[in-house]
């Protein structure tokens, strides 16, 4: 089953990119509002300052 990417994400802060990911359906859920991240990454200086917690809140 081919994976539809719903968003890429990307997070600016200061007018650098910081993290980029993508947000895609998730295919185990009958809920079409479901989705899960996939490949973030998240520039070494920014981990642990909220970023991905931040994506997951979305």
Known sequence: MEQVVIARILEIIQGAVVGIGRLNRDPHS??????????????????????GRYWSLI
Do not use: I
């Not at 079409?32 to 996939?38: A, E, F, I, N």
């Not at 490949?39 to 909220?50: D, I, K």
């Open 30 to 51: 009958k809920n079409p509002k479901v989705g899960r991240l996939r490949h973030l990454y998240v520039e070494s200086v920014w981990r642990r300052h909220g970023v």
